[in-house]
């Protein structure tokens, strides 16, 4: 019981340490949302006026006053769910431009996420079952030589196989311009497929750290004192490596799976910023761009909760699949 709480502990004051972290780093970066919106309707050359720009900083509702109130009223707003008016989508609020992104992002890297970690984990717990084989150097060296390969080179070659060349897939795009967003079957179908290309090349080099991950660390607990023991008393290698050696091997590989998970809802910027996805990923380096200061904070706030919380059920799923650590934290 006390390392459950342990980590609830751990839990609730790395959350207040991110919420204040997501609260300091916008605001000491340099330059001013609102001198940029002035510039750009400006002119690049043109001169700032100085009342165009206080006037831009209340339409968008820009914080006033000391950093100390601007972190109370910050913190009352967050805990309202209240992340105010977006700078570079003006007048839609931040919580509107999320929620039009964040099912895009959520089902293109949650599906192949979990495609990923199922695919990789098998591999790996079949590369160690069969180690120094035929089978173990073929998925061995593919995935490490998949790895060696740029993200961004393997998904301009499948634009330009698929999508140019072949014509079989959209180039780019969450879904066409005929299409209307909703739960028909002809937009459904349409969203499918632009998520083709995206998807395939997640999920290219997803798997490739759950595969080694997983072959490494099961190579290395079939090594230890209980499987040879096993093996010494008669158990088939298939139910060694099963039972003992695949169940010690994933530990690991949960916790990684969980904060993978947690940050789903950050996006894949680089993914979504190639196919031109309408997901997070894009939102934020278009918030990044523009200085977005509200919409930043809440998509780092919403992927660092994210995370924190999947590792917290990581910590607590940890002590239910090995009762040693909840025996170690006890001591």
Do not use: C, K
Not at 238 to 262: E, H, K, M, Q, S
């Amino acid at each position: 019981m006390l390392y459950f709480v342990r980590r609830f502990a751990f839990f609730v004051a790395t959350l207040w340490a991110a919420v204040t972290l997501n609260f300091l780093i916008p605001r000491l970066q340099p330059g001013d949302p609102a001198e940029a919106i002035v510039s750009r309707l400006a002119g690049r050359n043109e001169a700032i006026d100085p009342a165009q720009v206080r006037a831009v900083r209340i339409m968008l509702g820009a914080p006033d006053g000391s950093l100390l109130e601007q972190y109370v009223q910050y913190l009352g707003a967050v805990a309202r769910g209240d992340f105010g008016v977006s700078y570079s989508y003006f007048p839609y609020s931040v919580t509107h431009m999320i929620g039009q992104t964040l099912l895009w992002t959520v089902i293109l890297v949650g599906v192949t996420q979990v495609i990923s970690f199922v695919v990789g984990t098998l591999l790996g717990t079949w590369a160690a079952y069969r180690r120094n084989s035929r089978v173990d150097s073929i998925i061995t060296l593919g995935s490490t030589f998949l790895g060696t390969l740029p993200f961004f080179w393997l998904a301009l070659l499948l634009i330009y196989v698929f999508a140019i060349t072949l014509r079989w897939f959209p180039e780019r795009g969450g879904y066409g311009g005929g299409s209307t967003p909703g739960w028909s079957w002809l937009f459904v179908s349409d969203a499918i497929q632009h998520s083709v290309l995206p998807a395939t090349a997640l999920l290219i080099t997803g798997p490739i750290g759950w595969i080694i991950g997983m072959r490494n660390n099961m190579v290395q607990s079939l090594g230890e004192d209980h499987a040879r023991l096993a093996l010494a008393r008669g158990l088939p290698r298939r139910r060694i490596a099963l039972t003992y050696g695949a169940r010690l091997a994933i530990l690991p590989n949960v916790t990684g799976f969980a904060i993978a998970l947690g940050g789903i809802l950050g996006g894949t910027v680089l993914v979504e910023s190639v196919f031109n996805y309408p997901g997070m990923g894009r939102l934020l380096l278009e918030a990044v761009s523009n200085r977005d200061f509200p919409l930043m904070q809440a998509i780092f706030l919403f992927t660092t909760i994210g995370v924190l919380v999947a590792n917290f059920l990581a910590d607590v799923l940890y002590g239910v699949l090995d009762p040693r650590v909840r025996r170690a934290e006890s001591t």
